[in-house]
């Protein structure tokens, strides 16, 4: 059974200036001469973590953190001007060619793993590899089974709790009476849906594992909730199935797509749809393991996955 690789500091940081007021933050550890391999966080609106380093042998990597725009270090947080999915490519691609790296290997889970897609379906001379947890498409289907009739039949009482804090607009969807409730004016409306949306997510994430704990609700959690809002009911700045549609430019980039059957943030299908979109991706079925990039089974799974790239690509 594999596990995370020790604790490491980065050897050098910088913010990534860009074409508006954000400036990313980026870093760097491991073996700079190693294979270049960059890690994408979920969200929209979480950012890295030290442990995200630790996905990779720091002898063979040469390992390459970043905070999407408006996250984690990345400055002014929670800003949603210029913030789109296209905006977060091109940084990518900025990243890329200030660092000189000819290609990296793409790591990324749910959101994460949508961004790597969309960028080797942009830039596929530019990936070597890529390494995907929990897919996430950003189709219609999967924001129906978040936020309509799918995994509410599982937590029926959270998804309830969830419906009575939301404003009443009859003709409107969940996500729409959301971003009405947490862009809204009243405060008070907007902080107890943050609240009960934070509650709804981790339930869903965490199942069995989920203790709640109603926090008090900060500018700093409002801010990623309305990132995380902004991209929803913008259909993630893509067209519907956008993904799925052009895996034919991926076909000759080695792939390992892995997947938990208990996920149900993003449930197994999207990881079958898109294995049978990339019949030559090896295809891992993790029995035990749900969502979140934690326990043994999925540590050992993804620390597995680097360390066979490393040996592919050296």
């Not at 390459?64 to 490519?89: H, V």
């Not at 991926?250 to 208990?262: A, E, K, M």
Request: hydrophobic content about 40%; some cysteine.
């Amino acid at each position: 059974m594999k596990t995370l690789y020790p604790e490491i500091t980065p050897f050098h940081t910088f913010f990534l200036e860009t074409d508006s007021d954000h400036r990313v933050y980026v870093e760097q550890s491991g073996n700079p001469a190693g294979i270049p391999a960059i890690f994408l966080h979920g969200g929209p609106c979480s950012g890295t973590k030290p442990d995200h380093r630790r996905f990779f042998d720091p002898m063979r990597y040469h390992i390459i953190l970043m905070d999407q725009r408006g996250c984690g270090l990345s400055q002014p947080f929670g800003e949603l001007q210029a913030n789109t999915t296209q905006d977060l490519l091109a940084d990518m691609e900025r990243i890329r060619r200030q660092l000189r790296v000819d290609q990296w290997l793409l790591f990324g889970g749910s959101w994460g793993g949508t961004l790597a897609l969309l960028y080797a379906q942009q830039y596929p001379q530019q990936v070597s590899a890529m390494i995907l947890r929990g897919t996430f498409l950003a189709r219609q289907a999967d924001m129906e089974w978040f936020l309509g009739d799918g995994v509410n039949r599982i937590y029926p009482e959270r998804w309830q709790l969830l419906l009575e804090n939301l404003p009443d607009l009859p003709t409107a969807t969940v996500l729409e009476r959301l971003v009405e409730a947490v862009f809204g004016a009243d405060q008070d409306v907007a902080k107890r849906a943050v609240q009960q949306w934070q509650a709804w997510s981790g339930q869903v994430a965490l199942g069995n594992d989920f203790s709640e704990c109603m926090e008090s609700v900060t500018d700093t959690m409002l801010k990623q909730v309305k990132m995380e809002l902004s991209y929803a009911i913008h259909d993630y700045f893509i067209a519907e199935n956008q993904i799925l549609q052009n895996c034919e430019l991926l076909q000759s980039i080695p792939t390992i797509i892995i997947h938990g059957r208990n996920d149900l943030t993003c449930p197994l299908e999207a990881g079958w749809r898109l294995h049978q979109a990339l019949p030559q991706a090896s295809y891992v079925v993790l029995p035990n393991a749900g969502h979140i990039a934690r326990g043994e089974e999925m540590i050992d799974a993804l620390v597995a996955a680097t360390d066979e790239m490393a040996r592919l690509l050296a």
